[in-house]
Structure formats: C-alpha cells, structure tokens
Nanobody, 115 residues
Framework: QVQLVESGGGLVQAGGSLRLSCAAS????????MGWYRHVPGKQRELVAR???????NYADSVKGRFTISRDNTKNTVYLQMNSLKPEDTAVYYC?????????WGQGTQVTVSS
C-alpha cells in the first residue's frame, strides 16, 4: 500500500506563493508518474500538473507559467511551486501516483488565496 502525504497548503494573498510537497512511501517512487490535482466543491477534480518518471512535465493551461512541478527521487517527494497565485486557485490540492493499472491519492491539502 502506497501512502502519499501532502503538506504546504495554507492561506495566502493574491500574488503570493506557496510550495506544496508530497512524500510517498515505497521504494519504487522513481518508476511512476506523479501529479497534482485540485478540487473545488461543485466542480470536477482537475489535473494541475504532472511529471513523468523521466521528468517530462505538463500543466493545465490555467497554471502554465505560474506553477512548476518537480520531483526528488532521492527523497520520494514531488513538489508544486505555485507563484502569482490567484483567488481562482483556491481548492483542495491532491497528490497522485499513477501506476497505470491503478493509482494512489493523498488526503489533500487546502490552498486558499484571498483577493
């Protein structure tokens, strides 16, 4: 069983920055793609950013140029650096590990951006 533990959420003013971290259990972290998703009540969960096992990244159009996903395979951790935050970025952010035949989710961390 894989455990994903997110941290780094909080309250920030518009224009500010936050860095989310997701620590994963297990010894095969480097083999799988990792992603950050977000969910707002009443809306579908959406992909924010994804990083492959080889380090290739892709982003939602709404966060391109503002967010950066990265991974440290020595620490089994994936990060999401969020800059120039906007009120519409307010959501619960979830870490995801994609193993192809299944995936795992963290418990989520709240990000609130005030205007």
């Amino acid at each position: 069983q894989v455990q994903l533990v997110e941290s780094g959420g909080g309250l920030v003013q518009a224009g500010g920055s936050l860095r989310l971290s997701c620590a994963a259990s297990g010894s095969v972290f480097r083999s799988y793609a990792m992603g950050w998703y977000r969910h707002v009540p009443g809306k579908q969960r959406e992909l924010v950013a994804r990083i492959s096992s080889g380090g290739a990244t892709n982003y939602a159009d709404s966060v391109k140029g503002r967010f950066t996903i990265s991974r440290d395979n020595t620490k089994n951790t994936v990060y999401l650096q969020m800059n120039s935050l906007k009120p519409e970025d307010t959501a619960v952010y979830y870490c995801n590990q994609d193993r192809g035949w299944t995936d795992y989710w963290g418990q989520g961390t709240q990000v609130t951006v005030s205007s």
